[in-house]
């Protein structure tokens, strides 16, 4: 469904993606692990064209996208298709959570107001915040405040949704909440892209998991061949400095 | 009568406002001189709530700021007058009152106003200085006096020196209506000589450019000093 | 004592003054309203990428904020018309009133760029990114989430900008402008200078209660507007 080629990208002298190839089908939920610098976020941020790439060309069904001279239209059709929750979550500070959720449908997409906010209504309620319609992101503690900010990616009904470290501005105990709803929407078969340290949502939830360093691609596969089979040498570094001591590989 | 600018006059007016800057300078600096202390004094009383002081010091902010300087400036210099010649007449003072030089009465304005300005970027400043700071120097054993020379106001003074540079400017900019009291400063005596043959133009494009100096000077000035304590900040970091 | 102070000449001042305070209020009004509109371009103009629009706009910014009111008040009198003759336009028959908004206009131009563009950058750029990620245009983010965020960081400077603007106005009556300060020099120069004191007393005493009404009413506005957002008190 979503097909990137060969992504460049530098910040001034940094280059910080270096050629990145990646495929991501419909259902999949993939994994971005590695140490910081190595380009994960990026990578997202240049999906949506928060960041311009350098280079690279997205395949997003049929359309061909080149990444450096998308036009504002492109840019526009692919910000239909592909939401992003962020680390900060980012809420609209002078709206409510209802009204956070509903915004991108009601001006982005012209969906009109009674119908958005009956989406709204069901996204919150999907991620347990039927009490806070009309609380204000102040109100509201980070779990909570990141649930809202899946929420409305969720209303959007994108092909895609990308996650960009959402639970690492956040307090350990409100961790759980927030991994238990991405779960609960992978199930439902949405598409995800999740650029995370929780090793145990990659575990359990990811079908795919991919390795980064350094801007590229050391390593992918799925959660079982990573985790307990890793080929590469920097793979197995990084898995050793993340994962608890006594686990094993079986080589 | 179209002629084109006076340009010798333009030169000549330029000495002669330039010769009102210490004047200007005399009265910025006393008038900061009594004003910092002070201001910063009754901010302590406001945040601190002390009794009676906390509320005038309040009232006097709110009329201070409340009121237009030239407002201010003719309140004193009506007023102080009338009580000096009452003081004099009741102690056989000889003075006339008249003879007093009009910069005593721009001393009091000033530093009056000053001191109302100063009190309120002092209280917002030392309360962005977390209260742990003074704790934490009562419990290494140092005096209040201490505590504040060496910990409380370095830190307070970081914050609101972009304020007062501020209040510096306006306080320059201010000593223009000395002219009010006949106080011989930048803009009264380049007057004077544009009185004399119409020039005015000429003789307040060269008032502009003195008071543009001044100040660009005064904030180069407070820059270059406001570099020097946010290094010390940064290496204590 | 006596016969140099008698506070009855306060009381009688105020019915003198006060119908003279909508004159205050237009010229200060209006120059409001030129002075927003030429900051806004101002403030867009030391945002943007133009370095040499941004050099016009700090230069412009600091030559105003460098000059005293009534220097400036007197160069746009007499500059001016001045520079207008130069060119063989006469000005001698316009209001003295155009010359005072002009001046406050520009002043106030200079005091808004900056806090415009402080209010505008004080904004998390999160903020933009999550609006334009949810499918808004710039322009519709820009206008539904920045906007009114920056409005609320903006609205306590705008109400000290207000203020100062009201109180520098004050000098217009230097060249006979018959506002409530003018009024005030009117009736004291009526009196041969007599008794200057107790109207000078009054005139305060209405600035004062002009600005703790403005004040009041910004504090009032700040509350309406900052839903979303949490405020700070000050003792």
Known sequence: ?251 | MSEGLNYSFLVKTFFTALSGVPTALIITIVALFIALPLGFLLALTRINRIPVLHRFAQVYVSFVRGTPVIVQIFIIYSSVPLVLTSIFKKFHIETNVYDINPIWYAFIVFSLNTTAILIEVFRSAISTVSKGQLEAAYSVGLTNVQAFRRIIIPQTLVVALPNICTATVNLIKATSLGYAMSLQEITLRAKVAANVGYNYVEAYIDIFLVYLILCSLVEYLFKIYEKRLRKYKAANA | MEKYFNAKYIWESFPLLIPYIKVTFLVAGLSVLFGTLLGFILAAMKLGNSKIAQIIANGYTTALRCTPSIVLLFLVYYGIPKIAENFGVNLSDIDKIIFIVITFSLQFAAAMSEVIRSAYQSIDRGQFEAAVSVGLSNAQAYRRIIFPQAFVVALPNFGNSLLELIKEGSLAYTIGLIDVMGKASLIIDGRFNAHALETYLALSIIYWVISIAIEQLFLKLEKVFSKGKQVINPT
């Open chain 1, 1 to 251: 469904m979503l097909e990137i080629k060969n992504i460049h990208k530098s910040f001034g002298k940094n280059e910080i993606l270096k050629g990145v190839d990646l495929r991501i089908d419909k259902g999949d939920v993939v994994v971005i692990l590695g140490p910081s610098g190595s380009g994960k976020t990026t990578l997202l941020r240049c999906i949506n064209f928060l960041e311009k790439a350098d280079q690279g060309h997205a395949i997003f069904g049929a359309a061909d996208v080149n990444l450096k001279t998308a036009s504002k239209k492109q840019i526009h059709d692919i910000r239909q298709k592909v939401a992003f929750v962020f680390q900060n979550y980012n809420l609209f500070n002078n709206k409510t959570a209802l009204e956070n959720v509903t915004e991108g449908l009601i001006i982005g997409r012209r969906v009109p107001k009674a119908e958005a906010i009956e989406i709204g209504k069901k996204a919150l309620d999907k991620v347990g915040l039927s009490e806070k319609y009309h609380s204000y992101p102040i109100e509201l503690s980070g779990g909570q405040q990141q649930r809202v900010g899946i929420a409305r990616a969720v209303a959007l009904n994108p092909d895609i949704i990308l996650f960009d470290e959402p639970t690492s501005a956040l307090d350990p105990e409100l961790v759980g909440e927030v991994l238990t709803v991405m779960k609960n929407i992978a199930k439902e078969g949405t598409t995800m892209l999740v650029v995370t340290h929780e090793m145990s949502f990659a575990k359990d939830v990811a079908n795919r998991v991919v390795f980064m360093d350094g801007g590229v691609i050391v390593e992918e596969g799925s959660p079982k061949e990573i985790f307990t089979n890793p080929k590469e040498e920097r793979t197995q570094q990084f898995l050793r400095r993340v994962l608890p001591e006594d686990y094993i590989f079986y080589i």
